[in-house]
């Protein structure tokens, strides 16, 4: 299975990711609306719910991949990384409709706020493991992912709200990041 995930990457990475993430940019405003718009305000429910499984299943197995590739496998770890994922495609399966029902719209955002913290958090604390097995390897990696975050949170400030622009280049550029560390890994 490692071996297929390798082989497939680059196309997961630089076709599918991005492929799926530019046409939501089509459906919607990306700074203005966010993926959530698209399922409940322009009735494309399908398209977020194969949006949401392709990225959060992408986001899993290739994490999962880096974990194992470091040798890092605590089922806590694992447990903590599968819920985040499954959580990220249950968030937009919860409407969001604050006329209709205040409750459920609040559940959708604060699951869909906490599957991608948890996830920004979790990796985070993988490289942070990566720190005292391969502390060169660790400089290397890092800033990048730090930059990707750092990205992500001055959209965050610049715009005032949680945006498709930044869901999508959160999907995209993890994506990106996940296939430079397999690249890495491999030229070591």
């Known amino acids: 299975m490692e071996t297929y995930l390798i082989k497939t990457q680059k196309f997961w990475a630089f076709i599918i ?36 499984s392709t990225c959060a299943v992408y986001l899993w197995c290739y994490t999962l991949l880096l974990m194992k590739q470091i040798g890092y496998t605590k089922k806590s770890v694992i447990l903590f990384l599968t819920l985040s994922c499954l959580f990220m495609i249950i968030s937009v399966c919860i409407p969001y409709q604050a006329e209709a029902s205040d409750e459920i719209s609040h559940l959708h955002v604060n699951l869909a706020i906490l599957a991608t913290v ?35 949170l001055l959209l965050l400030l610049l715009l005032g ?23 890495v890994l491999q030229t070591q």
């Open 17 to 52: 990711l991005p492929m799926i993430n530019f046409l939501a940019w089509f459906m919607a405003d990306p700074l203005f609306e966010n993926i959530t718009h698209i399922a409940y305000a322009n009735h494309h429910f399908p398209f977020v719910l194969i949006w949401a």
């Open 118 to 152: 948890t996830y920004i958090v979790l990796f985070l604390y993988l490289l942070c493991r990566l720190f005292y097995h391969q502390p060169l390897l660790w400089q290397r990696i890092i800033p990048p992912y730090l930059c990707i975050i750092i990205l992500l």
């Open 161 to 183: 709200h949680i945006s498709m622009l930044m869901e999508t280049l959160f999907v995209m550029g993890m994506g990106i990041f996940h296939w430079w560390i397999q690249h």
